[in-house]
């Protein structure tokens, strides 16, 4: 079975910086892209930033310059580095792996995990 479990959410005055993790456990054959949606209350899940296995990347545009997503492949883990945070980068941050699951080695699916709080005062 696979898991995806973030780390490093937390509360942050405006203007800091915190560092999310995303670890891939499980039977896993590969792994394609992954990344990092959020939501915010009353508002949808969107993208904020995703990487392929060779270290292509893509971001919102409200994050851009200050946000960098990374990736460890040898630890199946992804991170996302936030910098300069504003009130309004709050909301549960998840994470997402596109990837196949070596138990079935069928065609890659997502999967996602159960998120982790960001909260940025002004």
């Known amino acids: 079975q696979v898991q995806l479990v973030e780390s490093g959410g937390g509360l942050v005055q405006a203007g800091g910086s915190l560092r999310l993790s995303c670890a891939a456990s499980?039977?896993?054959?590969?792994?394609?892209?992954m990344g990092w949606y959020r939501q915010a209350p009353g508002k949808q899940r969107e993208l904020v930033a995703a990487?392929?296995?060779?270290?292509?990347?893509n971001y919102a545009d409200s994050v851009k310059g200050r946000f960098t997503i990374s990736r460890d492949n040898a630890k199946n883990t992804v991170y996302l580095q936030m910098n300069s945070l504003k009130p309004e980068d709050t909301a549960v941050y998840y994470c997402?792996?596109?990837?196949?699951?070596?138990?079935?080695?069928?065609?890659?699916?997502?999967?996602w995990g159960k998120g982790t709080l960001v909260t940025v005062s002004s």
């Open positions: 997402n792996a596109d990837l196949i699951a070596g138990a079935t080695m069928g065609p890659p699916m997502d999967y």
């Open positions: 499980g039977s896993i054959f590969s792994i394609n892209a």
């Open positions: 990487i392929t296995s060779g270290g292509s990347t």
